[in-house]
């Protein structure tokens, strides 16, 4: 009896270790996703405030 506690305690733990890892994975590639789009944006509307009224480049 003993034994099947232990391998359920060691189940759930392997369980709630990988959960908290993906849940850190898509954390952390969200942050560096919306970065680029920030980056991207500001490089974006530099170029935008760049042209002039007639399309041409100042």
């Known amino acids: ?30 942050q560096w996703r919306s970065e680029s789009n920030r980056q991207r944006d500001r490089a974006w509307s530099k170029a935008r405030s760049m042209e002039l009224d007639d399309g041409s480049v100042a």
Do not use: N, Q, Y
């Open 1 to 30: 009896m003993d034994k099947l506690v232990m391998i359920v305690h060691l189940s759930a733990a392997t369980t709630a270790v990988v959960l908290l890892a993906a849940c850190l994975v898509g954390w952390s590639r969200t």
